[in-house]
């Protein structure tokens, strides 16, 4: 079997049938082994690993049954572009801003979201914390997304001053996850969050564990939250 009916294997068996969804993985592909070379993007390069761990992984939050179409998706430290690129691939009705602390990254997605016109997608080079005090984007977003990004109590802070009341935060992790509930009650209950669910998936072919926690913005989040850059990391809510 060619490692690309692996992945059009995988894409059916979540209800993805698309061929144009199809090509545009494999060119994404190709564009990230391209610019690897120049720039940090990934560590994972093996064609099946790549889709099952990057592609496939993405879509899996499709499972959770959210509706996004007409939404507007923050995907927090995209990187590059998980699950962001994925998801905007797909989903061409729901609008998706990107945001990244690294220029470098940015500037890659750029040349992805032009060479695969995307027309649903928003790039924003900056920190989390300085662009969740801006009228654009505070307590803007149906759902933020987020992978691989920070600890929970840190990635609260950095989130859910972006999610409307209502909206949610969908967090990507592994299978640490109890732990980092247990840590996470006071960042909740000072950001107005609550956790309504978690999931667990199977990674198809590698079995990997992967959890979802789902996150839904009851109260508005003070705005001394964020607070400045940095200090989330150093000294968590
Ligand atoms: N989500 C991608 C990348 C994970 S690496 C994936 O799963 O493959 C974490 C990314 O988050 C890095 O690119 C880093 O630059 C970004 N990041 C971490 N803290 C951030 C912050 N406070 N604001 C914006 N981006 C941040």
Known sequence: ??????????????????????????????????????????????????????????????????????????????????????LSILLKDTEFCLLDAVNKKINFLEIVIKDLNLKNVNLIHGRAEDYAKQDDFRQKFDFVISRAVADLPVLLEYSLPFVKIGGYLIAYKGKNYTSEIDRSANALDLLGGEIKNTFHYNLPLIFDDRYFIIIEKVKDTPFRYPRKAGKATTNPL
């Open 1 to 86: 079997m060619f490692k690309q009916d692996i992945l059009e294997r995988e894409l059916n068996n979540l209800g993805i049938d698309d061929k144009d969804v199809f090509l545009k993985l494999i060119r994404f592909r190709a564009l990230i082994l391209e610019w690897n070379e120049k720039i940090n993007l990934t560590t994972i390069t093996d064609e099946e690993e790549m889709y099952i761990k990057h592609f496939i992984d993405s879509y899996l939050i499709l499972e959770n049954n959210f509706i996004f179409k007409n939404k507007k998706v923050l995907d927090l430290g995209t990187g590059a572009g998980f699950p962001g690129i994925p």
